[in-house]
């Protein structure tokens, strides 16, 4: 086996403009923030004895988290099964099959579908576990014990100790909701948080985001949203590559404009973070 699986998390802080960082996710395993929450989430299940060799992971995902899954299966000897919305890029897809997993697909942007379908298939099969990440508080502590603690080790390192917000789309909740637990404890005064919603609300592009549902996100903890319609997230992940260097995804375009809109509208002390959140390699074909 290799130690591919050593190289999850720490990943750089990169700065955007005077005042915007961005955590690069891009520098994951698979080019994707959830590697962090698939290892930790399926580390504790093997710790609980929840999982154990021979059985199936089964997980509804919008990609990513299944390209993960995927590859810690091909690692670690498990068979995957996801279940993703067919309008999901096929980038994806192709990924997630050259891991070796199997691939079930829904009607469009039907996530509550493949979710009722992963909650079928495991009652059904005894061999079968669901890392249930749309519920899991696992990956709020990915999160909380990774990916916060990162964020505020990284700006010390850079003299920029004050944090005015930190911008987030949420799929599951989990980054959001996580790194606001370890900010909160730790980092004077508490950040505002922003969340990034998709302008169109179901019918959307901006994958990984706006999954279906609030999930594990707490609005009363939320600060403030901001909507970004998938048209405007592509554009400015595609400015992000001809300009930056930054070869990234539709959501992390979404975070980086709703960024800007916060700094333009609001007077802060100290900088904002965002996460880029994957590579865009998957989206080549939304992209054209």
């Given at each position: 086996?290799?130690d591919?699986?050593?190289?999850?998390?720490?990943?750089?802080?990169?700065?955007?403009?005077?005042?915007?960082?961005?955590?690069?996710?891009?520098?994951?395993?698979?080019?994707?923030?959830?590697?962090?929450?698939?290892?930790?989430?399926?580390?504790?299940?093997e710790?609980?004895?929840?999982?154990?060799?021979?059985?199936?992971?089964?997980?509804?995902?919008?990609?990513?988290?299944?390209?993960?899954?995927?590859?810690?299966?091909?690692?670690?000897?498990?068979?995957?099964?996801?279940?993703?919305?067919?309008?999901?890029?096929?980038?994806?897809?192709?990924?997630?099959?050259?891991?070796?997993?199997?691939?079930?697909?829904?009607?469009?942007?039907?996530?509550?579908?493949?979710?009722?379908?992963?909650?079928?298939?495991?009652?059904?099969?005894?061999?079968?576990?669901?890392?249930?990440?749309?519920?899991?508080?696992?990956?709020i502590?990915?999160?909380?014990?990774?990916?916060?603690?990162?964020?505020?080790?990284q700006?010390?390192?850079?003299?920029?100790?004050?944090?005015?917000?930190?911008?987030?789309?949420?799929?599951?909740?989990?980054?959001?909701?996580?790194?606001?637990?370890?900010?909160?404890?730790?980092?004077?005064?508490?950040?505002?948080?922003?969340?990034?919603?998709p302008?169109?609300?179901?019918?959307?592009?901006?994958?990984?985001i706006?999954?279906?549902?609030?999930?594990?996100?707490?609005?009363?903890?939320?600060?403030?949203?901001?909507?970004?319609?998938?048209?405007?997230?592509?554009?400015?992940?595609?400015?992000?590559?001809?300009?930056?260097?930054?070869?990234?995804?539709?959501?992390?375009?979404?975070?980086?404009?709703?960024?800007?809109?916060?700094?333009?509208?609001?007077?802060?002390?100290?900088?904002?973070?965002?996460?880029?959140?994957?590579?865009?390699?998957?989206?080549?074909?939304?992209?054209?």
């Open positions: 086996m290799s591919i699986l050593n190289y999850i998390g720490g990943t750089p802080l990169i700065q955007l403009a005077p005042n915007l960082f961005a955590k690069l996710e891009t520098y994951s395993p698979t080019g994707s923030i959830k590697d962090r929450m698939t290892h930790y989430v399926l580390t504790k299940a710790e609980r004895g929840e999982i154990k060799p021979g059985d199936t992971i089964v997980e509804a995902s919008s990609g990513n988290t299944g390209i993960s899954f995927s590859m810690l299966g091909s690692v670690k000897g498990y068979k995957v099964i996801i279940i993703l919305p067919s309008n999901m890029s096929e980038e994806r897809k192709q990924m997630m099959r050259l891991f070796g997993a199997q691939i079930i697909e829904v009607g469009e942007s039907d996530f509550e579908g493949a979710i009722e379908l992963r909650d079928k298939m495991v009652e059904e099969n005894e061999n079968y576990f669901s890392p249930n990440q749309f519920a899991n508080p696992d990956n502590k990915c999160h909380e014990w990774t990916t916060g603690f990162e964020i505020k080790k700006l010390i390192s850079k003299g920029k100790g004050e944090i005015a917000a930190i911008v987030s789309g949420a799929g599951t909740g989990g980054t959001i909701m996580g790194t606001k637990r370890a900010l909160e404890r730790f980092v004077d005064p508490i950040p505002k948080f922003v969340m990034v919603t302008a169109e609300g179901r019918a959307h592009g901006i994958q990984g706006g999954d279906g549902g609030d999930y594990l996100v707490n609005r009363e903890e939320i600060d403030e949203v901001i909507s970004i319609t998938t048209e405007e997230a592509i554009e400015r992940a595609k400015k992000l590559a001809r300009e930056d260097g930054l070869l990234v995804g539709i959501s992390s375009g979404a975070n980086v404009l709703a960024s800007e809109r916060w700094m333009k509208d609001n007077e802060f002390e100290g900088v904002v973070v965002t996460f880029l959140c994957d590579r865009g390699e998957r989206y080549l074909s939304i992209f054209d």
